[in-house]
Every structure is written in C-alpha cells, then in structure tokens.
C-alpha cells in the first residue's frame, strides 16, 4: 500500500497524559498537513510542512501541540497533558502540488 | 469550514441523481475539491477542478463550477446505496497564497431503496 499511513488507528490516554501520532505520507510528496475533524464538522487545519519546514500553523494549534516533521519524510503531531476537548479524529494528508491525499486517521479518546 | 458552506443532509432514491451543492468565499481560490468520507474512515479524493474550467466529469461524477458565484456542485449519476457517505467540499489557493484546503462541514448523503 502505498497511500497515506498514520499510526496509531485508535488511542484511549487518560486526561493529562502525553500523546504522539505518526504520519508516513506518500514518498516524494513534500507537502503534509495535519487536520483534526470532530463529529459533525470537517476538517479543521492545525499544521503544515513544506519539506522540513513548518510553514503554518492554526490558532487552534495550542501550546500543548508539537508536529514535526525531521528530514522531509515522516512527521509526528505530540499533544502534551491532553484533555476531554483533544478527543478527536487527527487526520494527515500529503500532497505533491494540487491534491492532498488523506490517511485513515489515528482516533484519540481523552478519558 | 466558515468560508466554506455546504447544505448537512441530502436523501435521495436508489438510481436518481444525487446533486450536492457548496459555495465558497475566496475567489482567488484555484483548486477545488470533493472528497468521500465514510464512517470512521478518512477522506477520499473523488475528483478536484482547476478554477479557470467550468466543467469535469470523471464516470458518474460531474463538477460544476461557477466562479461568478463562487459556486460548486457534484452531481452523482445513478446513485448507488454504496454512494452513502459525507461529502467534502474543500477550495485551495494556489502559489502566493496558502497552499491549505479549507474544507465545509460535509454534506451527509443518504441514499434509500
């Protein structure tokens, strides 16, 4: 399979825990965006890399989240001492240029 | 999805039409999307439109755009049960602007016997 791989599929943390989620995006492609969608809504952007270089980031992207995406390849979204409200879908997509192909997403539960 | 909106909820007869409409506010906005989202999984990229075309169809799936209206639809031809999903519309500036998809709230698509 060479599509958008994102690993954990489902994590379950306790409130106050650290969380980290991994991203493999199709190789070459040197854009990668993380979203967070929760039930009801779209996505909703938190961060993208062209490359190694982190360009954007949201407001919504609290001090609590780090992504990083060392030597253009994989990348990784950490979220620090989570809470209820982090409870969500975080989605990865990768693009080459116009289309950005999506993962299956890693599906946190904050107890 | 602010700047994008779509109507929540289509229902639809086995074998009609489907026509799922959005609008968009950036009209610098240079690709526009449809995605597929079925439960619990992620998005699928169906088909996506350059903004200097007014048309694509790609098998059952045609996209119309507007720009004066900043207006996109997707019709799905002989809507299957398995077309059940929530579609995704999403705009995309293109270089000198962000390179992000924003995406709308999704529309929920039931297709009944």
């Not at chain 2, 200097?52 to 507007?66: C, S, W």
């Not at chain 2, 019709?75 to 579609?87: H, K, L, N």
Request: hydrophobic content about 30%.
């Amino acid at each position: 399979d060479t599509g958008v791989s994102q690993n954990p599929r489902h994590k379950i943390t306790k409130r106050g825990q650290n969380v980290t989620f991994r991203c493999d995006p199709i190789s070459e492609h040197n854009r990668l965006y993380w979203y967070r969608q929760t039930l009801g809504q779209g996505p909703e952007f938190l961060t993208y890399f062209q490359n190694e270089a982190q360009l954007e980031k949201s407001r919504l992207l609290s001090d609590r989240f780090s992504a990083e995406r060392p030597k253009g390849s994989f990348s990784t979204l950490e979220i620090q001492r989570t809470e209820q409200g982090d409870s969500a879908m975080y989605l990865c997509a990768s693009s080459p240029r116009d289309k950005a192909f999506f993962g299956q997403g890693t599906r946190l539960t904050v107890v | 999805g602010e700047d994008v909106e779509q109507s929540l909820f289509l229902s639809v007869r086995e074998g009609d039409s489907s026509v799922i409409n959005c609008t968009y506010t950036d009209s610098s906005s240079t690709y526009l999307y449809w995605y597929k989202q079925e439960p619990g999984a992620g998005l699928q990229l169906l088909t996506y439109i350059f903004s200097n075309m007014d048309m694509k169809q790609d098998q059952r799936l045609t996209v119309l755009l507007n720009k004066k209206d900043k207006h996109l639809s997707l019709r799905i031809a002989d809507t299957q049960t398995g077309d059940s999903a929530i579609y995704f519309c999403a705009e995309r500036l293109g270089s000198g602007g962000s390179y992000i998809p924003t995406f709308g709230r999704g529309t929920s698509l039931i297709v009944h016997p």
